[in-house]
C-alpha cells in the first residue's frame, strides 16, 4: 500500500488551540444532531459521503441499504481533546481487527441515530450515555458492504473505568485531536480489491492503522474544524 497523495493542509494547525467548547459550536453552527436523519435528506442537501468518494461507481451495486449510527467520542483532557477508538476483535465475521468508532445498525427501539450511538457505545464500551453531551453530528456516510451510518459527535470526561464488550471490541485506546488535524498525517492509500485498485483515506498512528470507512468520517471531522462556517 503506496499513498497517493497529501490532502490540502487546510486552516488548523496542530490542535488549532481548539477546546470541545468551540468544536461543538463549530459543528452546531453546520448541523444540529438531529436536524437530518442520514437519508434521502443528507444527499438532496450534499451533506453524504462515502466509499465511492475516492472510487466512483463503487456503490452502484449496492442495493438496499441498513441504517447504522456510531458515536464519534471526543474526551476532554487537560492537554487537549482526545478522540476514543476501538479495535475490534479477531473473532468477528466483519472487519475483524480494524479499527473502529463504537456503533451498529440502528434498531427498530431507537428513538433516533443519537440513541442507537450512544447505546452501543455504551454495549461495547461501557461508556454510559449519561456520560455524553452530544454536540452534533457528520454526514451520512455510506459503505461499500450497504450501511448508511449516521456518525454522531458527542463529548465526555475521561472515564474512571470502561468495560469493553470481549466479543467484539479488543482494545479500546485514544488518539489526539491535534495529532488527527496535522495535515501531514492525513493519508491516501491503494490497495487491489475486485480487480481494481480501491482508494481509501488512512491515518496511520503509531502501532494503529486507520483506514477506510472509520478514516473518511474522520476526514469529515477535519474539514468541518479547518473550515468552520
Not at 444532531?33 to 463503487?58: H, I, T, V
Not at 456510531?70 to 474526551?75: F, G, N, R, S, Y
Not at 465475521?93 to 473502529?100: E, K
Not at 491515518?203 to 486507520?210: A, L, Q, R, T
Request: with cysteine; hydrophobic share 40%.
Amino acid at each position: 500500500m503506496e499513498p497517493r497523495q497529501f490532502l490540502s493542509a487546510g486552516a488548523v494547525n496542530g490542535d488549532g488551540g481548539l477546546t470541545t467548547a468551540e468544536i461543538a459550536r463549530r459543528l452546531r453552527h453546520r448541523a444540529p444532531a438531529e436536524q437530518m436523519r442520514g437519508s434521502a435528506a443528507d444527499a438532496a442537501n450534499g451533506n453524504q459521503r462515502g466509499d465511492d468518494d475516492l472510487n466512483p461507481g463503487m456503490l452502484s451495486a449496492v442495493g438496499h441499504l441498513v441504517d447504522a449510527a456510531v458515536l464519534i467520542p471526543l474526551i476532554r483532557r487537560r492537554e487537549g481533546p482526545h478522540l476514543l477508538l476501538t479495535r475490534r476483535t479477531m473473532s468477528l465475521s466483519a472487519h475483524a481487527g480494524q479499527i473502529a468508532f463504537p456503533g451498529g445498525r440502528i434498531e427498530a427501539w431507537d428513538a433516533s441515530p443519537t440513541a442507537a450511538a450512544l447505546r452501543e457505545a455504551e454495549e461495547e464500551v461501557g461508556l454510559p450515555p449519561k456520560n455524553v453531551e452530544v454536540i452534533g453530528r457528520l454526514d451520512t456516510y455510506i459503505t461499500r458492504t450497504g450501511y448508511r451510518v449516521t456518525p454522531v459527535v458527542g463529548v465526555s470526561d475521561p472515564q474512571k473505568r470502561l468495560d469493553p464488550n470481549p466479543h467484539e471490541v479488543a482494545e479500546v485506546f485514544e488518539v489526539p485531536l491535534g495529532f488527527l488535524l496535522d495535515p501531514a498525517v492525513r493519508e491516501v492509500h491503494t490497495r487491489r480489491y475486485d480487480g481494481r485498485d480501491r482508494y481509501y483515506y488512512a491515518f496511520p498512528y503509531g502501532n494503529y492503522y486507520i483506514w477506510g470507512a472509520t478514516a473518511g468520517m474522520l476526514v469529515n471531522l477535519v474539514e468541518v474544524l479547518e473550515h468552520p462556517c
